[in-house]
Nanobody, 129 residues
Framework: QVQLVESGGGSVQAGGSLRLSCVVS???????????MAWFRQVLGKEREAVAT????????DYADSVKGRFTISLDNAKTTAYLEMNDLKPEDTAMYYC???????????????????WGQGTQVTVSS
């Protein structure tokens, strides 16, 4: 069984920063086969949208246009923790943020939530104006 646990959410004022973390644990086979990690966000009543992706082997990253230049996705050396550094936060960034992982295949911002096989429970980010 694979577990993804997010942390780091909170409330900040516009222009502030937050750093989200996602720790992956559990099945070793899945962990070693994992190729793509992503951060999604969702506002109540709206679809879940991809924010950033990172390929766990090649290191390539991809971002939604709405966060380019402000958000940075990264991995620790062990590749068991994914981070999302969020700067210059805006009220429209307010959402529940989820970490996701998938095995094999492509890794880019256009993948759908259904393309991912493991999810965290989410961490809330609230940005006030």
């Amino acid at each position: 069984q694979v577990q993804l646990v997010e942390s780091g959410g909170g409330s900040v004022q516009a222009g502030g920063s937050l750093r989200l973390s996602c720790v992956v644990s559990g099945d070793r086979d899945y962990t070693s086969s994992r190729r793509c990690m992503a951060w999604f966000r969702q506002v109540l009543g709206k679809e879940r949208e991809a924010v950033a992706t990172i390929h766990t082997l090649a290191g390539g990253t991809d971002y939604a246009d709405s966060v380019k230049g402000r958000f940075t996705i990264s991995l620790d050396n062990a590749k068991t923790t994914a981070y999302l550094e969020m700067n210059d936060l805006k009220p429209e960034d307010t959402a529940m943020y989820y970490c996701a992982a998938r095995v094999g295949g492509y890794c880019y911002i256009g993948l759908r939530p259904a393309d991912y096989t493991a999810w965290g429970q989410g961490t809330q980010v609230t940005v006030s104006s």
